[in-house]
């Protein structure tokens, strides 16, 4: 009588998109990050590192918001909120989207102060999306940019309003473009983190632009503003149209 025969080995698992995805993304990264170790100054790649941080950018733009400035340009304020708002609104995001997909970062990054948990996640690359949202908002408002520059007086480089907002355009892109690459250069993240978190940053910014922008700022103004100078002052109700639709025509054309 035959012995029964072996039952036949499991087929090999297919060869997924996103597992192939995943093992070029690594390959590519750890190449770039091991080709460009003897060219750039580390400390170059950590000044970009700090200049992209949270920590750094919501002081300063909590500052601003509080100093005389925005009351010099009107148009700058709502500027600023836009951004205050985005950045919120880039935090929930990517953290959200770090704990959904727990990518780790690379083997090889080091020296790297974690903050909060997410952060030991790569996918997607915060630095990036935050970087790559300022720049979005700042070009997608030449127009409000040009004209703070004229309420503010201020005449960047010795040029013209336009020649100072392409110039103001071409730095905060730039230095977008560079802060992104250096979280490769670093070891911070793969390839693939850094291009997501660039997306998602540009598409924060049109979002924030394009839907968020005066509304939630005009609801703020009218409740906090507006109604307390019409009950301090008593004008009537025509002035007090007037007034509101003043600023909303100075500040979202």
């Not at 029964?4 to 597992?19: A, E, F, N, R, V």
């Not at 992209?52 to 909590?62: A, K, T, V």
């Not at 708002?85 to 935090?91: H, M, Q, R, T, Y």
């Not at 915060?126 to 940019?145: E, N, P």
């Amino acid at each position: 009588m035959d012995s029964p025969q072996p039952p036949p080995p499991p087929p090999l698992p297919p060869s997924s998109l996103l597992h192939n995805l995943i093992t070029f993304d690594t390959k590519l990264s750890l190449s770039i990050y091991t080709l460009t170790q003897p060219i750039f100054p580390r400390f170059f790649l950590k000044l970009l590192e700090i200049s992209g941080d949270g920590r750094l950018f919501f002081p300063i733009i909590l500052s601003v918001l509080l100093s005389p400035l925005p009351s010099t340009s009107p148009i700058l304020f709502t500027v600023l909120v836009n951004l205050l708002i985005g950045s919120v609104l880039d935090l929930i995001i990517i953290g959200t989207v770090k704990h959904l997909v727990r990518r780790h970062r690379p083997v090889y990054n080091k020296h790297m102060f974690l903050t909060f948990a997410v952060d030991h996640w790569s996918f997607p690359s915060g630095h990036a999306s935050r970087v790559c949202f300022i720049a979005s908002v700042i070009y997608f408002s030449s127009d409000l940019v040009s004209d703070i520059l004229g309420q503010l007086e201020v005449d960047l480089v010795g040029f013209g309003g336009y020649e100072s907002v392409r110039w103001l355009n071409f730095g905060v892109v730039g230095w977008a473009c560079a802060t992104s690459v250096s979280r490769v250069l670093l070891g911070r993240h793969f390839v693939f983190d850094v291009a997501a978190g660039a997306g998602l940053g540009v598409l924060n910014a049109l979002f924030v632009v394009n839907v968020l922008n005066c509304k939630m700022f005009f609801l703020v103004f009218q409740f906090l503003v507006v109604d307390q100078l019409f009950t301090l002052i008593h004008t009537d109700i025509g002035t007090y149209v007037d007034l509101f639709q003043l600023f909303k025509g100075q500040l979202c054309k």
